[in-house]
């Protein structure tokens, strides 16, 4: 995929409402929402997107009133963890979205069951998200394939919505709570949706998510962490700051840069930030090179269901563009791999 050119500049937005720019015809807004996640895109044709709420009801609603957001056609719901549905019954009822998408998971939570009955009293059209494309004016929203079956450990997180938007050349891939065992699936059953420009790090920068082969097929210019500062997880974690930054990544944070706004014309794109901050220094701990291999243990085919220590004859038979590697056997077998009988991993 052609990568978008990009111009990188920091700037002090103190409205973000009035900021224009004169090549943009789409802008994406990843919400200063403290812990949590929420998106905005909006169309110079006036069509409007939402993913995700965040946790707090007055952030998104103070965040919608200031982009003086009067209607909304779609919204896509990652998972339905709160920290990123708060707020969503009222958002239905107010602007009463002409499609909802969410993973069809059910939730106990009454923050979950107050946007299901809101869904039912607006009569909104429901579409579970299974494998689809959304056009949405000059916009594609295509919903990865999800996990078949439905991935059990960490069930919301790992079965969240994964979208991908395209505007002409321009690509962004948003990825809810996914963790490892989802960013495998992905990797072997969707590879070629997962080339992006930018790239809105799985799970708030967790060190349970973004494997250094999910990230590198994803190979995004730009890194997004949604997180709040300070917050009680740690997130984003060490690990994956350095696995970004060795991959020569650009990280922006909403805890540190508050609300990100691209903007993009389709071809080339803009990055301005709510806080003009200097970057932080890069991390002493780095990730290893890509071309280092001695972390890695085990390795299987992308066409098989085994995997095999790396040394394994059958594993040496394994051609590069098949080749899938494992740090750890739990990772492995994870990726629903069983062990070789040969080597006995």
Known sequence: MRKSLFIISLVLILFLSLFVSSYAN????????EQGDASIIISSTGEVALIDSGPKRDLIFNHL???K?????LIIVSHAHADHITGMDEIIAKYQPRAFVDP??????KTYERMIDALKEYNINYYE??????NLGPMTFTILPPADPLITNSELNNN??????????FSCLYTGDIEKERESDLYERASNLLDVDILKVPHHGSRSSST???IKAVSPHIGIISCGEGNSYGHPHTET???????GIQIFRTDINGTIIIQTDGIKYSIQTEKDVPRAPPLSIKEPKQDDLSVYKYAASKKSKVFHYIDCVHAKKITPENLVLFKTREEAIASGRSPCKTCSP
Do not use: C, M, Q, W
Request: net charge neutral.
């Open 26 to 33: 789409l802008s994406i807004y990843f919400l200063d929402v």
């Open 65 to 67: 009133r200031n982009l």
């Open 69 to 73: 957001v009067g209607h909304i056609d």
């Open 104 to 109: 069809g998971i059910a939730h106990t939570s």
């Open 129 to 134: 998200g299974t494998s689809r494309k959304i």
């Open 160 to 169: 969240s919505i994964v979208v991908r938007l395209d505007y002409n050349n």
């Open 212 to 214: 250094p082969l999910f």
């Open 241 to 247: 700051l350095a696995l970004l930054e060795n991959l």
